[in-house]
């Protein structure tokens, strides 16, 4: 009996939060796309009365997204499709890796989703992350373990980098 095997790319919390098995795991990219706070999170780093602020992908050609994917066999999707339950819909990507490229499902919340919370200034947008819980933990940790996971990525992620220095500055 053979096993599917498929790649997952990820460029949220899946960088830094592996709750799944996988048999292999690389840097690699995407194209068209960046990561954006305009996710909320009712479940995982918020509540329905005050969600937090996740990333999704949003398109943006010319521009690249970094991230890791996972090369996990097909019965791992049961589990990430309900840890991506708040909003978020499979999508197949071209992923590309230092030695070539794959298809890849990722997760992308769109606009049309009732979690969706878009753009908002930077000053709402951390008052809302330094005010966030849920049962993953706070919107703070979210925020800065991402950050430092695209840092350990070598990635340039100036939006990240840009939430991240705010949220800092926010509990200084």
């Not at 997952?8 to 690699?28: E, M, N, T």
């Not at 329905?48 to 690249?64: H, S």
């Not at 309900?82 to 794959?102: M, P, Q, S």
Request: some cysteine.
């Amino acid at each position: 009996m053979s096993v599917t095997r498929h790649w997952v790319f990820g460029y949220g919390s899946l960088i830094w939060r592996q709750d799944f098995p996988f048999l292999d795991a690389r840097r690699a990219c995407i194209s068209g796309w960046v990561r954006r706070f305009w996710q909320g999170s009712h479940d995982h780093r918020g509540v329905e009365d005050a969600p937090g602020r996740v990333v999704t992908l949003v398109e943006a050609p010319g521009e690249t997204c970094v991230g890791r994917a996972f090369l996990v066999e097909e019965d791992v999707f049961e589990h990430l499709d309900h840890r991506e339950k708040n909003g978020y819909e499979r999508r197949n990507l071209i992923v590309t890796f230092a030695n070539g490229t794959a298809t890849a499902t990722t997760y992308v919340a769109t606009a049309n989703n009732s979690a969706y919370l878009g753009p908002a200034p930077m000053d709402d947008m951390v008052a809302q992350i330094e005010r966030s819980a849920g049962e993953s933990g706070t919107n703070r940790e979210y925020v800065l373990e991402l950050a430092r996971a695209v840092d350990e990525l070598g990635a340039d992620d100036g939006h990240v980098q840009a939430v991240a220095r705010s949220v800092v500055l926010a509990s200084a």
